[in-house]
């Protein structure tokens, strides 16, 4: 593939000559973006397998040191992706078709739009954090760390590919080796937490791979590939039927309520790593599924079942808030909070406008970083104080014998999460809330609602921990080293960077999700 993007350029004839004045960009991208979508997908793979099942018994820290190395290169690729990117184009680019077994209609077809582009940026960037932040002396690491990249390699491929059983296939990666992550590596109850992920979303995966083979068999399409017209063939009937599927599929990744029970759990047992992936990375999973296939594929449903999407977004909304407020584990209440905060993506897929739903992908960036940083420095207080109760913490704050710099990681935190200007959260929750008032005004006031709720739970988390006197209990404890540090620095400035220029972020996916919007029926 070449394209030409020009930037302010004007065009003037003299005789028979063109001549190109301003600004000219030339990307050459015949070759290299699809090889980089590939790296992206079989280079975590192949370094997974190779971390695993290296020979001997190298150390935890240097095979943590191994495998950040190799995450940070992958970023890098991410990187090298997005600069070839252009925004402009409204379809998919750097588009990699291989047929894989042209009888059944599959095919090995991958590409990119703005839409997953910052999820494969979001990807990258977490998991290199993730491995940083893991221990230096955790037991098993060549299991754990292969785990790491699997998943890795697993999420890129489910964000970049274009046919329907390639996308499942990809989806499914995740689910073992996050239930082993669980289950291993995980709190006292590890073992029915991990059990109970495994069971929801396997269910999930189910569904999903249901509602793609009911949509290719009841249109008769000969392949699997993505095709945004392929349901307008059928009764409205099918099609409500087809999404309701896909609508259960996905949410319970998401999750939404009332398929959210396995998250609380999931994350209270999973060590902080684990918990920064799952939900920085893995959540995303489920609100991109809904947009891509649910949107993306069902516009008239869609539109039909809007009404009670925002409605179950609100519900959402405010039962995580209400629920975030009344817990005494600060873990349980960051998880709550998720529930609360994806609702907000629910309910700019519902409205469509081409504002919500460019919100609805800086939701998901912004929860990411967001989320990641909270679960990173409560695992932070875990490890120094070994409770996260909230009747017990107190005073973590004072700067000679608390933890200072992570009470001041987690003020920012709990700022960005409740909305304030200049953060990334503030931004997308205003684009959600204006693209989505004037389609459900008094659904967006109740969801508006939640960012209230979101500052009480959270001025509850800082004033009862951080602030106050420290206890005798732990004034001894650990001091947690200026380069454990690093990852809640690097979250904490991409997430005011892109508070105070989310254009930087929105120009790759303006163009996707406005032709995705103009689909809808207005």
Known sequence: MEFVYQKSARITRIGSEILLEDQTLEVQALAVQPILLNTLIWGPFLAAAIVAFWPGKPSAARLRLAAGCVALAFLLVSIGLATTFNPSLSGFQAETIVPWLPRLGLSYHLAMDGISLPLILLNSLITVLVIYASSPKLNRPQLYYGLLLLITGGVNGAFLAQDLILFFL?????????????SIWGGIRRGYAATKFLIYTALSGALAFLGFMGLVALTGANSFDYNPTLAAQLPLAQQAILLTILLIAFGIKVPIVPLHTWLPDAHVEASTPVSMILAGVLLKLGTYGILRFGVGLFPEAWHLFAPWLATIAVVSTLYGSLNAIVQQDMKKLVAYSSIGHMGYIILALAAGTPLSLLGSVAQMVSHGLISALLFLLV????????????????????????LPLVGTLMILGVMASSGLPGMMGFIAEFMIFRGSFLTFPRLTLLCMVGTGLTSVYFLLLVNRAFF???????????????????PGVVLSLLIVLFGIQPQWLAQWSETAVTTISQSLPH
């Open 170 to 182: 990809f989806y499914e990666v995740e689910l073992v080796p996050l239930f082993l992550l669980i």
């Open 379 to 402: 695992g932070f207080v875990y490890s120094r104080t070994g409770t996260r109760d909230l009747q017990v913490l107190q005073g973590l704050l004072t700067p000679e014998r608390g």
């Open 468 to 486: 106050g006197r420290l206890t005798a209990q732990f004034a001894q404890m650990e001091r947690v080293k200026l380069w454990e540090h690093l």
